[in-house]
């Protein structure tokens, strides 16, 4: 064999007349062997350039067939495209495990959903285990842990942060201890799965959320595993980033939800039933089907004292949707306080106009507000209208009267002007109140037809002796099945009915007997 001064520098053990196997690196030994075998044909190349390690540098070999068989080698030096190729490499996984990691944690904002992908993708791309760590709860941690290639497990831990190195600094959010300064011996047991064996090497990083810290991510890596590089520790603070983004919009969505629905529990009209002798039933259909709320509203108010009238609201805020339910909650909260004054619908009604005007509102409401109150087997109904629909009133024959009583909105006029009347419901009359989303749904068979009052009026009068929730079902059907799936305004109907009586014979057989509910 001969070589030049830079082969003699690669490969000092190189003789002239020595054997090529005994010193090149055995990868160019193989290559040499495959193209320089007897009866090989000299034009014939290799399928690929062989490439190796030649001390601490990488080379690609290129070989020369000369027409007497000798082969000439010429290396070249490959270990900074090597590198360049492999940090490239690094990235697209590194930056493909992200991708990935956002898409799954970003399809749910299930808080519970999102600690177990952070475990679970954590342990897949980054360390032998991984634990998500949220912050403390009273003086438990919520953890959920997971081993590669496991499923999550969530548990609480004691809040004894001092044990750990670096993560009570973690879960308040400042910057990660660097995993040389953490003694992987100082894990508590709690910390290590089962199974899992002793801990070689440990990372410790914040999970950053919206402003307040989101919790901590553990990763660990076994004895006999390569222990965490610098740039392996960065990679965890871009996922923990992605993660702790995850983690405080799932925590922020959850309590929002669980403050909405506090709030809407409160917003939503009540189940009606029997109160002091009278029967009343509600039903409510908001605008939308994704919501729960709207401007329609109704309450029935308890007499403070048993045998004396009870106060029906129904009201119809001007508009729909949230904006709508606010002002809502501001009336009935306002009427509520104004319980006193349920003798007097008229001062009522202009105390709560001047209410709406002097706030920030400026939306308007119609309202019709009844009191009811047993006697004997009859109920007593006192009905006050302001700017809303009619309340209608089903006799026992099947006529359907409209009571005589008439106002003015609420919310829109310095003053406030209304009509009182009373009438009296026989046993098993019945006294509706609904708002105009009932009679302006536009549906029916060309789509484009009110259902009106006249409609309404007719359905009431095959209700004679119904009972109250009868009536609302009924009405609630046939408004659906007039709109067929169109977009319709909040919906609502109340019924107020005196319940039918029982003739009970006296014990003597003379005496005329009495009636009972």
Not at 242 to 250: D, P, Q, T, Y
Not at 480 to 494: S, T
Request: glycine share 10%.
């Amino acid at each position: 064999m001969a070589r030049n001064d830079a082969a003699a520098a690669l490969l000092p053990a190189a003789r002239p007349g020595g054997r090529f196997a005994d010193v090149v690196p055995a990868w160019l030994a193989l290559a040499h062997h495959a193209l320089h075998r007897p009866g090989r044909p000299a034009d014939r190349a290799l399928q690929a350039a062989p490439a190796g390690p030649i001390g601490e540098r990488r080379f690609e070999a290129h070989p020369t067939v000369h027409e007497d068989g000798t082969v000439a080698w010429w290396l070249v030096d490959d270990t900074d495209h090597q590198l360049a190729r492999e940090a490239l490499r690094v990235e697209r996984e590194q930056t493909a495990a992200l991708s990935r990691a956002s898409s799954a944690l970003l399809s749910s904002l299930n808080l519970a959903h999102c600690m177990d992908v952070t475990a679970q993708m954590a342990a897949e791309s980054l360390a032998d285990a991984a634990l998500a760590i949220a912050p403390a709860r009273g003086r438990t941690l919520p953890v959920v842990s997971c081993l590669r290639g496991g499923a999550p497990t969530a548990s609480r831990q004691p809040a004894e942060l001092d044990d750990v190195p670096g993560l009570d600094e973690a879960l308040r959010g400042f910057p990660p201890v660097p995993s040389r300064w953490i003694d992987p011996a100082s894990a508590p047991a709690w910390m290590v799965p089962e199974g899992f064996g002793p801990v070689g090497s440990m990372v410790i990083t914040p999970l950053p959320g919206h402003g307040v810290p989101a919790g901590a991510l553990v990763l660990l890596r076994k004895a006999d595993t390569a222990a965490f590089t610098e740039d392996e520790e960065v990679f965890a603070r871009l996922f923990a980033a992605r993660s702790g983004a995850a983690l405080s919009a799932a925590r922020l969505y959850a309590e929002q939800s669980a403050i909405t629905e506090v709030l809407m529990r409160e917003l939503l009209p009540p189940a009606l039933h029997q109160v002091s002798g009278v029967d009343f039933a509600g039903g409510y259909r908001p605008s939308g089907d994704h919501e729960r709320i709207g401007g329609d509203f109704y309450d029935v108010h308890p007499a403070a004292v048993e045998g004396e009238a009870s106060l029906i609201t129904l009201g119809d805020v001007c508009g729909k949707g949230l904006e709508a339910a606010v002002l809502t909650g501001k009336i009935r909260n306002t009427l509520h306080a104004l319980l006193p004054l349920a003798d007097d619908h008229e001062r009522m009604l202009g105390l709560l106009n001047t209410a709406l005007l002097t706030s920030h509102h400026t939306r308007f409401a119609t309202l019709v507000l009844a009191s009811a109150q047993r006697r004997g087997n009859e109920v007593d109904l006192r009905l006050t209208s302001a700017g809303h629909p009619t309340p209608l009133i089903v006799r026992s024959d099947g006529t359907v009267q409209e009571a005589d009583t008439r106002g003015t909105l609420v919310g829109a006029l310095p003053e406030v002007r209304a009509r009182t009347t009373a009438l009296t419901l026989a046993p098993g009359e019945s006294c509706v109140l609904y708002t105009d989303g009932i009679t302006e749904a536009q549906g029916g068979p060309m789509g484009d037809a009110l259902f009106g009052a006249d409609r309404l009026k007719r359905a009431l009068a095959g209700c004679a002796g119904v009972p109250a929730e009868g009536i609302v079902e009924h009405v609630q059907m046939l408004a659906a099945q007039w709109l067929g799936g169109r977009r319709h305004d909040d919906m609502a109907v109340v019924v107020i009915s005196a319940p039918h009586t029982h003739h009970l014979s006296a014990v003597n057989g003379h005496t005329r007997g009495r009636f009972t509910a």
